[in-house]
């Protein structure tokens, strides 16, 4: 008899201009991305739910601009005028809201970005006039910023969106497995993810792999943890 061994290999996101599968719910967003150069005042802000591109399109507009991309968690310890240099993207900037340290840190960072010329992108789940930012001065500025926002998936977005993140994982599931997950799952980015990485979980070292019945148990289970939300 074959013993089967399970092998747990890292989730690798590919985040080329060429993996960004475009419809209806993002596509004005990336072609504010493609327009970076007409950007009024020379910033954007990426606004919309977890898993709905932000930093993807964030690579995509770095591997055209050069841009620096890093979490506004790290502003406070960044060399501002170094960064200011070239484009930069700061992701999750409401996860800054009342830290002194990291607000002024962003607040001279946008300064200096502009000052020399460059551009700015800014990404979060809300757009800036909801980011409860302490500073005045800074929360004025980003208030400020013209906003491109991603959606939540369509049919054609999820299905996508599905086959990338077990593509990401090297899992192949049986053809019917995604008609089955757009049909059945709740219609978010953030449960997509959580879909897959339970269905992986279930498939690996089994001979079936990824199939349907996998695809129903994990459904099943995140219902049943409460992951999937109110019915």
Not at 51 to 66: D, P, Q
Request: charged share 20%; net charge negative; with cysteine.
């Amino acid at each position: 008899m074959t013993e089967q061994y399970s092998l747990i290999l890292p989730a690798r996101p590919a985040l080329g201009r060429g993996d960004f599968f475009v419809t209806e719910a993002n596509a004005v967003a990336l072609a504010m991305i493609d327009g970076w150069r007409d950007w009024p005042g020379r910033k954007l802000a990426l606004a919309g739910p977890a898993g709905a591109g932000k930093t993807h399109l964030a690579h995509v507009w770095a591997a055209a601009s050069g841009a620096t991309i890093l979490s506004a968690r790290n502003l406070a310890q960044a060399d501002i005028p170094v960064l200011s240099a070239a484009p930069v993207c700061v992701e999750d900037v409401s996860a800054i809201a009342g830290d002194a340290a990291a607000e002024t840190a962003l607040f001279h960072l946008h300064n200096l970005v502009l000052a020399e010329g460059q551009a700015l992108l800014l990404t979060d789940a809300a757009v800036p006039a909801e980011w409860p930012l302490a500073l005045p001065d800074l929360a004025s500025r980003m208030a400020g910023t013209p906003v491109a926002r991603l959606s939540q998936p369509d049919d054609a977005l999820l299905t996508a969106v599905l086959a990338k993140l077990f593509a990401d994982r090297q899992t192949v599931p049986a053809p019917d497995v995604i008609p089955y997950l757009v049909k059945h799952m709740p219609r978010s980015f953030a449960m997509a993810g959580l879909v897959v990485e339970e269905i992986d979980r279930r498939a690996l070292g089994t001979p079936s792999g990824a199939n349907r019945v996998k695809a129903r148990e994990a459904l099943a289970a995140l219902a049943e943890d409460g992951a999937m939300g109110p019915e």
